[in-house]
């Protein structure tokens, strides 16, 4: 398995040239970027700026192994108003193109929610219409997703939406496309279940995975802590992916950041993360 990390645990402001570079001195063999609604990487970009990106992270020998995207929280495939579902719709074609612009082979999507917590006064969606709407919208998606030869990959996030591994793997069964599957975020699964569950039960539907960490006994958002301090089984999660032959991107998430020395984390990640792949290497070779 190849070793990535997301932009989002870089410091607030950083350039993604030198979130790249970070990235690389770090010891990571890709990053994950994100596109936003306005900035270096958005919906406003234009080719010669995506070509620069790729350009950058080429020079430094680090592969883009995906692209992420927030703007599903506020723009969703799941919004009972259509043209904000309209907009959703627009901003993942537009995903597809970038990352495919970029050499990345898979897009993060938040398919949107039923209700947030942490969101206030973000509206609720009734649970059979949030489902009804994001599998119309992703089933029309997939062909997009097959044209720029870019899959799709639907995280499962705290969205009170797609709540167990069963669901999740009913719904992109229902899509019926290789190009669309999951996204799973095995740090997100403790809130309500377990990720080696998960991994099993999706298993060859997953087509990246992140890595975050999380204390049971903690409150909501705060309750994520570094790699390997929180109550993710890292080694039965390494056994489980092998086990359904998984070798593509292990991805850290790490929210929050640091208050003080913001990049450090990007180090003490990246070596949580040799442990991590060297223990299951051991225990592969032991098996």
Not at 66 to 72: K, R
Not at 197 to 218: A, C, E, M, T, Y
Request: glycine share 8%; hydrophobic share 45%; aromatic share 8%.
């Amino acid at each position: 398995m190849k070793k990535g990390i997301n932009q989002w645990s870089f410091p607030e402001g950083m350039s993604i040239p030198d979130c790249i570079r970070l990235a690389k001195r770090a010891g990571f063999d890709g990053i994950e970027l994100a596109l936003a609604e306005t900035g270096p990487l958005s919906l406003e970009s234009g080719e010669k700026e995506i070509a620069e990106i790729r350009l950058a992270a080429e020079a430094e020998g680090i592969g883009i192994s995906s692209l992420a995207c927030g703007l599903g929280w506020s723009y969703a495939l799941t919004s009972e108003s259509k043209p904000n579902r309209d907009k959703a719709i627009d901003i993942v074609k537009r995903q597809l193109e970038v990352a495919a612009a970029l050499q990345a082979d898979t897009i993060l999507v938040v398919p949107g929610s039923v209700g947030v917590d942490f969101i206030p006064g973000l509206d609720v969606t009734e649970y059979d219409v949030a489902y009804d709407n994001a599998l119309e919208a992703l089933a029309g998606l997939a062909a997009e997703a097959a044209a720029a030869q870019v899959s799709i990959g639907v995280e499962n996030v705290w969205n009170k939406f797609l709540l167990s591994p069963l669901e999740m793997r009913n719904f992109i069964d229902s899509i019926a496309s290789p190009w669309v599957g999951a996204y799973l975020d095995v740090g997100n699964t403790l809130l309500t279940g377990y990720p080696e569950h998960w991994i099993k039960i999706l298993n060859r539907r997953i087509k990246k995975v992140h890595f975050k960490d999380f204390r049971r006994s903690g409150a909501g958002l705060s309750a994520f802590v570094d790699l390997l301090a929180g109550d993710v089984d890292y080694p039965l999660v390494m056994r489980k992916l092998r086990e359904i032959g998984y070798s593509d991107y292990v991805i850290a998430e790490m929210i929050p950041p640091y208050r003080h020395y913001p990049e450090q984390i990007i180090f003490n990640t990246s070596g949580a993360m040799d442990a991590i792949l060297a223990g299951a290497r051991e225990e592969g070779d032991a098996v």
